[in-house]
């Protein structure tokens, strides 16, 4: 950190101990992964000091915003609509973590096969060390896979300011509708919380700036569809799980930035891994920050990631939103048609999300899809196996693993990639 930042965690009630180590090891494993890259574009520097200022700069920004009297938001699933917490003066921010911490403390409360993404969030908690979640003045939960909703009770044990969105299942006129009226029933919570009541103003306001750093993003995964790629599958990941906790409008100007530079590599032909190495496609579950394991070692195997079919990628901000509705009424129609189309493997049955596969290993030419699955994720380990056959008869090579934070398993997996690379190429 380039300041001292120790007196406002430990006014958040960070245990300062264990959060310095926890930045040492974040540190650390940045610079081991993002630094010994070769040839990475210069505005991919934005995003190595907005690393660098995580859990400094940003949460000093979010606490000024808070004497300003703006509230903050936390979130752990891309359904919590950013457009609506806008449009009430409110920051949203994204609180699920990619490292196991306190796992003796989290498994006191959870079940020992528990998803890593759900312990980590309460191992966070339990060990006091996000700053993030320590300034939200709301947290919402939403009842997703069992996992997170059975979390969600315990967390409320932990937590005061917990509010829990009830979500479909199944993509049906009564799903459509459950949705509607917990996004009409979120929209009062926010409203009440800040004091702000949404005008069409306000929610054309809040529309426009996602849709802005939606734009960016789309803008960069168009150019990871050159040859040969103009930047590495781990730089890409790394600006879309910074979607989830920068300022929008600095991170829309920052993607579109790296944007500009890229356009001009792709015109020399100038490219981050060799224009034969063999494209990857990423599929399944979120990979949030610091959960960089699978993408270093595919991208230390030989193989490039050209894209991410996750919620941390495509699955959580393709789409914009229509933006020309006269009342507040038809700009939340447009935001439920927009956020209805996410195909969670929480939906049954799913078929979007096996076609939405199938036509980005087209877009982006991909020669294979690695399936990832967090051990103990039912919905999306399930779902691995139909989207392995529907690849399989399409003659597209599909690797299924599932693994967890710990890195016990590196080698192995290190092993099962480089095999995938070798029949690739
Ligand atoms: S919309 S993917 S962000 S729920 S990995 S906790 S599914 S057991 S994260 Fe998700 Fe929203 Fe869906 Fe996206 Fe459960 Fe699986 Fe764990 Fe998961």
């Not at 930035?257 to 356009?263: G, N, V």
């Not at 393709?318 to 996410?342: C, H, P, T, W």
Request: charged residues 25%; contains cysteine; aromatic residues 8%.
């Amino acid at each position: 950190m380039s300041q001292n930042y120790h007196q406002m965690w430990s006014e958040l009630g960070l245990n300062l101990d264990a959060h310095d180590a926890l930045l040492e090891v974040l540190g650390k494993g940045y610079g081991d992964i993002f630094l010994t890259q070769k040839n990475r574009p210069e505005g991919m520097q934005y995003f190595d000091f907005v690393m660098s200022e995580v859990h400094g700069l940003r949460i000093k920004e979010l606490l000024d915003e808070k004497v300003q009297g703006r509230k903050i938001i936390g979130s752990y699933c891309v359904f919590v609509p950013e457009e609506i917490v806008l449009a009430a003066n409110a920051t949203l921010i994204g609180l699920c973590s990619g490292a196991d911490f306190a796992v003796e403390d989290v498994e006191q409360l959870l079940p020992r096969n528990t998803c890593s993404l759900i312990k980590s969030s309460f191992g966070f908690k339990l060990g006091k060390v996000c700053p993030y979640l320590e300034s939200a003045d709301m947290i919402v939960g939403e009842n997703t896979c069992d996992g997170k909703k059975k979390a969600y009770e315990t967390l409320n044990k932990l937590v005061s300011n917990l509010y829990v969105m009830d979500l479909p299942q199944v993509k049906s006129a009564q799903g459509r509708a459950l949705l509607k009226a917990e996004y009409y029933r979120f929209k009062d919570a926010v409203e009440q919380l800040t004091g702000k009541n949404i005008t069409v103003d306000s929610f054309k306001a809040g529309i426009k700036t996602v849709n802005e750093k939606r734009k960016a993003i789309h803008r960069l995964s168009r150019l990871r569809k050159a040859n040969p790629a103009p930047i590495s599958g781990l730089d890409a990941l790394l600006a879309n799980q910074v979607f989830f906790y920068d300022n929008p409008q600095r991170f829309a100007d920052s993607v579109n930035k790296i944007c500009d530079e890229l356009e001009k590599r792709i015109e020399q032909k100038q490219g981050v891994f060799p224009d034969n190495a063999p494209r990857i496609l990423i599929s399944g579950c979120p990979m949030a920050v610091p959960n960089w394991k699978l993408p270093w070692i595919v991208e230390t195997s030989g193989a490039v990631i050209v894209g991410e079919e996750s919620c941390v990628g495509e699955r959580g901000t393709r789409n914009l939103i229509d933006d020309s509705g006269n009342s507040v009424d038809q700009l939340m129609e447009a935001i439920i048609d927009r956020y209805f189309k996410v195909d969670c493997a929480i939906f049954t049955p799913n078929p979007d999300r096996l076609n939405h596969i199938e036509e980005m290993v087209k877009a982006y030419n991909a020669d294979g899809v690695i399936h990832y699955g967090l051990q103990f994720c039912q919905p999306y380990i399930m779902e691995s196996y139909p989207v392995e056959k529907a690849l399989e008869r399409k003659n597209i090579p599909i690797l299924r693993l599932e693994t967890d934070y710990s890195m016990e398993d590196v080698g192995q997996l290190k092993t099962r990639v480089e095999a995938f690379v070798e029949q690739l190429g």
